[in-house]
């Protein structure tokens, strides 16, 4: 079986670019390998129109609409692809093979969470690595950021348009003269004591516990994991990365193999729902023009 356009994932990257290739009449088939990056949240937030709803909804409508358009599903993960210039083989969880003219990669990220007792329990709801998705909802809470470096400093100072009481918990001697200062100039305090555990209860943080068992209240906690593409793809087809990690892509969002784009926060660590599915419509395009040559392929 050969597709015009193989999509695989369906986050927001994905079905956006789904949409508008289903609706220039290519044969797009789409592979849900499961859950997107932000299913431990109840809600999404700035999404155009669609503010507060569940991440699973937005995925539902996104589906349903591309799907009337004549996209095709298939739930299952890739687990290796081959591109040359002859098109993509892609090899599925089944053991089933098909061949694309294009892939497309809507595969996301994973989030590495630290291996901080309670970190993993208050995930996307109390325990949150983004002001803009979850600052709003957690506003006014004693605000622990658990971090060491640049971006815990930064991330700091700006939860100070949701909250006024912010703690950097940065471990001892993480923090030049300079960060100190303008972190106290800024009204964050500093603790140093090294964090051992977080106190939860269900999904709701309460506590940050140090290594010598003092604690202090803190109901929101701000983490910046570590993260890494999502799945064995972008390794399988041996992609050039980013220095940060992401799938390097040009303007047309096309990577390094050739039939090969990329799109969503798997390219980018400018990460939102809106962000991920501009992307996805900027690559379906490019695809689209790429596929000229191949003729129209819509039958309905
Ligand atoms: C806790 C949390 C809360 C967030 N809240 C917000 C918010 O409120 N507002 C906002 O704008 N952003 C939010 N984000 C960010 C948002 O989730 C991402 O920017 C967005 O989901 C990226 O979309 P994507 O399509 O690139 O990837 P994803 O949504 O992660 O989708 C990728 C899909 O690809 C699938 N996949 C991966 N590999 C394979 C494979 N080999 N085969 C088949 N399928 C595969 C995955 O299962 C997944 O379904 C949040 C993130 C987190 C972690």
Not at 13 to 39: I, K, S
Not at 56 to 62: A, F, Q, V
Request: hydrophobic residues 40%; glycine residues 12%; negative net charge.
């Amino acid at each position: 079986m050969t597709v015009d356009v193989l999509i695989v994932g369906a986050g927001p990257a994905g079905l956006t670019a789904a949409l508008v290739l289903a609706r220039a009449g290519r044969d797009v088939l789409v592979l849900d390998g499961g859950p997107g990056r932000n299913a431990p949240a109840a809600h999404s937030h700035n999404v155009f129109t669609r503010e507060g709803a569940s991440p699973t909804e937005l995925r539902r409508i996104g589906r349903t609409q591309a799907e009337s358009y004549g996209a095709r599903f298939l739930e299952q993960e890739a687990v290796r692809a081959e591109a040359d210039e002859d098109g993509v083989r892609v090899q599925l969880a089944d053991g089933s093979e098909m061949k694309t003219r294009r892939l497309l990669l809507a595969t996301g990220v994973e989030d590495l969470l630290p291996e901080i007792p309670g970190v993993a329990e208050a995930w996307g709801e109390t325990v949150v690595h983004c002001p803009y998705c979850h600052g709003f909802e957690l506003r006014e809470r004693p605000t622990a950021v658990l971090d060491a470096g640049e971006k815990g400093v930064h991330l700091s100072g700006l939860l100070l348009g949701w909250t006024d009481h912010v703690t950097l918990c940065c471990g001892p001697d993480r923090l030049s003269g300079d960060e100190r200062q303008r972190l106290t100039g800024l009204g964050v305090d500093i603790d140093e004591r090294p964090v051992a555990a977080l106190g939860v209860e269900g999904r709701d943080v309460r506590t940050v516990v140090f290594e010598d068992d003092s604690q202090i209240d803190a109901t929101a906690v701000y983490i910046q994991p570590d993260q890494r593409p999502r799945g064995p793809l972008p390794d399988a087809l041996g992609l050039e990365h980013t220095e940060l990690g992401h799938v390097r892509v040009d303007e047309f969002m096309r990577t390094s193999a050739p039939g090969v784009s990329a799109c969503g926060d798997v390219t980018s660590p400018m990460q939102a729902v809106q962000i991920a599915a501009s992307s996805g419509f900027t690559a379906a395009a490019f695809l689209n023009n790429d596929l000229i040559d191949q003729g129209r392929t819509y039958t309905g």
